[in-house]
Every structure is written in structure tokens, then in C-alpha cells.
């Protein structure tokens, strides 16, 4: 099945300052690649996503960069604010048409003010 | 657009009882929604895919029997925690699939259970 590793586990950045998480994945047959923020005690909660028909997709401060061959794709946030602290989950659907996720173990990501 | 809500948000019960969860899609219809557990400061795992209609299918290690699922409309998905232990206490999380949106999952608020 599909394996994906997160990393740093923890990532602690000054305001303003940009944060990248990196993701890998096991199956070449995965093609969807979310990634999820939650706050303590709340949901997951998408932030961005991309599909493998593209390399690279951005939303004002965050974006996402797929390698397809290498089997990585990471998470950008550039001039982070202090409400960006939270984990932040990769995640990749296993191959075929059965929508599953396999998710990464997070990254707690702290925005020192 | 695509709301999940879940009910209860919390629930506190005592060991060998039974603990049922809701999951309800509010604007649009789910034929699929997943179920996830979290324990403390660790990632989400699947448990199981619910498929309005027909049986829910489990992931490796998760007990069926222990964690009964019941999609019987095309908004609401129920987990039934049978005979819960302390070490059943976790963080479930419900999420639904959006018909047109491909493989994007939108998450419940999700319901914390203890188990005494």
C-alpha cells in the first residue's frame, strides 16, 4: 500500500519568515495530493491541493510543488503569521480509483510573533 | 459548500457500553465517507469506507465487529464504538467525498470519546 513520509515533524519559524514541509510517497500510481491544516482539537481542514498533471499550484501565501518522478512534493508558506501555527498534514490517495488517503504523521509548525 | 457535521462532539462513557457516532453531510449528498481515528498528537488513520448502501469496508487490523458502520442514506454515516475499552478512547474524525470534486475530502468536526 502507500507509504508517505512527512517532514521536519516540528518547524519553528519567526513571522514573516517562509516554512517548507516536505512529503514523499511509496505508490507511482497515486495522482492527488492534498494537504491539511488542523488547529488543536479541530477538524482537518484543506488548504491546497494538486494533481499530477501539474508540478507546481499556488493560493496567495501557500503553494505546492509535485516531482513526480522523484516521488516528493512539498508545502510552501511564505511571510507566515503567528494564526499559521498549527500541524500541517500531507497526504496521497492510494492508486486506483478508491479515493483512500494515506496520510503523513504532520508537522506541528510554530510562527514565533 | 460542503458542510460535515458530526454529532455528538464529545461523549464520556463507561467501559462495555456502546457509543454510536453521526456523520451528516448538510449540502450535498455522500455516497462514500471514510472514518478516521487520531490519538493524541499523531496522524489520522483510516478505519473504514462507508458506501451508502452497501458494507463498509475495513481497513487491515481494524475489527468490524468492534466498529459497526451503517451508510444508510446518502447523508448520514454511523459508527457504532461496541463494547468500548479505555484504550478505544481517541478522536474520531468522519470525512465525505463531494460528488464532482474528485478525491477531495471534507472533514467532521469530529467527536472525542473516553472511555472509563
Known amino acids: 500500500g502507500e507509504n508517505v513520509e512527512q517532514h521536519p515533524s516540528t518547524l519553528s519559524v519567526q513571522e514573516g519568515d517562509s516554512a517548507v514541509i516536505k512529503c514523499t510517497y511509496s505508490d507511482s500510481a497515486s495522482n492527488y495530493f492534498p494537504w491539511y491544516k488542523q488547529e488543536l482539537g479541530k477538524r482537518p481542514q484543506l488548504i491546497i491541493d494538486?494533481?499530477?498533471?501539474?508540478g507546481e499550484k499556488k493560493d496567495q501565501r501557500i503553494a505546492v510543488t509535485l516531482n513526480k518522478t522523484a516521488k516528493h512534493f512539498s508545502l510552501h508558506i511564505t511571510e507566515t503569521q503567528p494564526e499559521d501555527s498549527a500541524v500541517y498534514f500531507c497526504?496521497?490517495?492510494?492508486?486506483?480509483?478508491?479515493?483512500?488517503?494515506?496520510f503523513g504523521k504532520g508537522t506541528l509548525l510554530t510562527v514565533n510573533p | 459548500g460542503a458542510v460535515v457535521s458530526q454529532h455528538p462532539s464529545w461523549v464520556i462513557c463507561k467501559s462495555g457500553t456502546s457509543v454510536k457516532i453521526e456523520c451528516r453531510s448538510l449540502?450535498?449528498?455522500?455516497?462514500?465517507m471514510f472514518w478516521y481515528r487520531q490519538f493524541p498528537k499523531q496522524s489520522l488513520m483510516l478505519m473504514a469506507t462507508?458506501?451508502?448502501?452497501?458494507?463498509?469496508?475495513?481497513e487491515q487490523g481494524v475489527e468490524k465487529d468492534k466498529f459497526l458502520i451503517n451508510h444508510a442514506s446518502l447523508t448520514l454515516s454511523t459508527l457504532t464504538v461496541t463494547s468500548a475499552h479505555p484504550e478505544d478512547s481517541s478522536f474520531y474524525i468522519c470525512s465525505a467525498k463531494v460528488p464532482g470534486r474528485g478525491e477531495t475530502q471534507y472533514f467532521g468536526p469530529g467527536t472525542r470519546l473516553l472511555v472509563l
Open positions: 462507508s458506501n451508502e448502501g452497501s458494507k463498509a469496508t475495513y
Open positions: 494538486i494533481r499530477s498533471n501539474v
Open positions: 497526504a496521497a490517495n492510494t492508486g486506483g480509483s478508491n479515493y483512500k488517503l494515506t
Open positions: 449540502d450535498f449528498q455522500a455516497t462514500t
